[in-house]
C-alpha cells in the first residue's frame, strides 16, 4: 500500500464513485428490455456467457449500496438511470428511492442519462431517437430535479459508436465501420437536445461524460504518426470538437446526416463542466494487412491505422497499460487545444481491472492516478472532481463476470458485498483531504 500522503487538492473538489444501471440493477424481468438484453441473448456474445439479468441485484439491494457509499465517505455517487426502467411500471418509484436514500447518506446524487442501455426498438441510426431521448429528459427531470442539482447527459459516445456500431462487440452488434457515424451525430445532438431540456427544467449544473485517450504513434514514422492522428480524431475529436467548438474535425462534417450547421448549434449548448472518462494510452500504427489488438480491442484490416501493444508498463487484469503520466498528459493536452472553450473538468471515470480482496495493485494504480491529476491541477488544468470506476464489482459488458472493476467485491452466486483493501484507501483519502 502506498504511504507518502497524496497532496492536498483545491478546497471544494469533489470526491465520487461511479455506477451504470445495467452493470448493477439487474431485475431485468421489472423492466422493458434494452439492446443490450438482446445482444447477450446471442450466444458467443458475451465472454462467459453471462447476462446482466441479476448483476448486482442493486435494484432490491439499492440500500446495502447506499451504505456503502455511505461508509466511504465520497462526496457525490454518479449512477445512471435506465431509460428501459423509467418506460415500466415501478421504475420512477425506483429512483425516487434511490435519491431520497442517497441524499439522506449525505451524498450528491449524480444521475447519467444514457448509460449504453437504449430501449430495444430504438435505434441510434435514427434522427428520430435524439428527439425521443429529449423527451425521456424531460420526464426524468420532472421526477427528480427537486433533489438532483448535478446532471450527465450521455456517457461516452465514443465507444458506443465505435464498439457497438462500427466493430459489432457491444450492444447492437452492428459491424458497420465508418457508416457508424450517423450513430455518432445522432448521440451528440441528443445531447445538445437534453442540455436544452434541462436548462428548461431549471438545472443549472450540467455535464457529458467523455471518454479519452493519448494516441501514441508506434514510432516517429510518417506512416505511423498520421495512423496516430486519425486516430486521435476519431476517439477525441469527433465528440469534444462538436461540443466545445461547434464543428467537427474537417472532412468529417459532411458525412453526417441532416442539417449538420443547424444540428451544430444544438449539440454545443453550452455545459457546466466537461466529464472526462480515462484508463490508458493507446498505441497506434500504420494500417496492417491482418486484424490487430491491445487492451482487449481488436480491430480488422483495412482500417487507417492499427492498434499496438503499449510496452514497458505494468497491465491490469484486462490488458490495459498502467500509465498515470497519460491522465496528465491528457488533460494538459486537452487544456492546450481547447484553451478557454474548455469548461471545468470533472474525472467522471478512472479505475482498473484487478482480482482479489487485498487488491494491493488497484490502490497502487489509483494513487498513481490520483498523483498525476494534482500534476495536471499544478499545471494549471481546472479539474474539479474524481469519480472512481466502480463502486461495486459488476456485469462488464461484453465481459460479462470475468472482469473486476469495483472497490466493493461481489460474490455473483450469493451477492454478497465485501469492501476490499482499495475500499479502505479511497475512504483514508478522502478524509485526509478534509
Not at 442540455?195 to 506512416?223: E, F, K, M, Q, Y
Not at 491522465?327 to 473538468?345: K, M, N, Q
Request: aromatic residues 10%.
Amino acid at each position: 500500500m502506498a504511504t507518502n500522503p497524496v497532496p492536498r487538492f483545491p478546497a471544494g473538489f469533489l470526491w465520487g464513485v461511479s455506477t451504470s444501471a445495467h452493470q448493477i440493477e439487474g431485475a431485468a424481468d421489472e423492466r422493458e428490455p434494452s439492446v443490450w438484453d438482446a445482444f447477450t441473448a446471442r450466444p458467443g456474445r458475451v465472454r462467459d456467457g453471462s447476462t446482466a439479468a441479476v448483476a448486482c441485484d442493486h435494484y432490491h439491494r439499492h440500500r446495502e449500496d447506499v451504505a456503502l457509499l455511505a461508509e466511504l465517505g465520497v462526496d457525490a455517487y454518479r449512477f445512471s438511470v435506465s431509460w428501459p426502467r423509467m418506460r415500466s411500471k415501478g421504475g420512477p418509484d425506483f429512483y425516487d428511492r434511490l435519491v431520497d436514500d442517497v441524499c439522506a447518506a449525505g451524498v450528491r446524487p449524480v444521475p447519467t442519462l444514457f448509460h449504453w442501455d437504449l430501449p430495444l426498438g430504438l435505434d441510434w441510426l435514427q434522427r428520430d431517437t435524439a428527439e425521443r431521448f429529449a423527451e425521456y429528459v424531460s420526464n426524468v427531470a420532472a421526477r427528480l430535479g427537486d433533489r438532483v442539482a448535478t446532471w450527465i447527459t450521455l456517457n461516452e459516445p465514443a465507444e458506443h459508436t465505435l464498439l457497438g456500431h462500427a466493430l459489432g462487440v457491444h450492444a447492437p452488434g452492428r459491424r458497420l465501420l465508418f457508416d457508424a457515424l450517423p450513430a455518432a451525430h445522432h448521440q451528440l445532438l441528443a445531447h445538445g437536445l437534453a442540455v436544452r431540456a434541462l436548462r428548461a427544467a431549471g438545472a443549472t449544473d450540467i455535464g457529458i461524460a467523455n471518454s479519452h485517450t493519448p494516441a501514441w504513434p508506434a514510432s516517429p514514422d510518417r506512416a505511423d504518426m498520421e495512423a496516430a492522428g486519425f486516430y486521435d480524431v476519431l476517439l477525441n475529436r469527433l465528440f469534444a470538437d462538436p461540443l466545445l467548438l461547434g464543428r467537427y474535425p474537417e472532412g468529417l462534417g459532411e458525412l453526417m446526416p441532416g442539417d449538420v450547421r443547424a444540428d451544430l448549434r444544438v449539440i454545443a449548448e453550452p455545459v457546466d463542466w466537461y466529464g472526462v472518462n480515462y484508463y490508458a494510452p493507446t498505441r497506434v500504427g500504420a494500417p496492417q494487412e491482418t486484424e490487430t489488438g491491445a487492451g482487449g480491442v481488436t480491430v480488422p484490416a483495412g482500417l487507417p491505422f492499427s492498434l499496438r501493444p503499449v510496452e514497458g508498463h505494468p497491465v491490469t487484469d484486462f490488458g490495459w497499460p498502467v500509465v498515470p503520466a497519460g491522465l496528465t498528459e491528457l488533460l494538459t493536452t486537452l487544456r492546450d487545444r481547447y484553451g478557454d472553450r474548455l469548461p471545468p473538468v470533472v474525472i467522471t471515470e478512472n479505475g482498473c481491472s484487478y482480482e482479489g480482496i487485498d487488491d494491493q495493485d488497484r490502490i497502487a494504480y489509483l494513487d498513481g492516478h490520483v498523483r498525476a491529476l494534482h500534476e495536471a491541477i499544478a499545471a494549471g488544468v481546472d479539474v474539479r472532481g474524481y469519480f472512481v470506476w466502480s463502486l461495486l464489482d459488476n456485469f462488464e459488458w461484453a465481459e460479462g463476470y470475468t472482469r473486476r472493476f469495483g472497490l466493493v467485491h461481489v460474490d455473483f452466486a450469493t451477492l454478497r458485498r465485501t469492501p476490499k483493501a482499495s475500499y479502505a484507501w479511497y475512504r483514508e483519502l478522502i478524509l485526509a483531504q478534509r
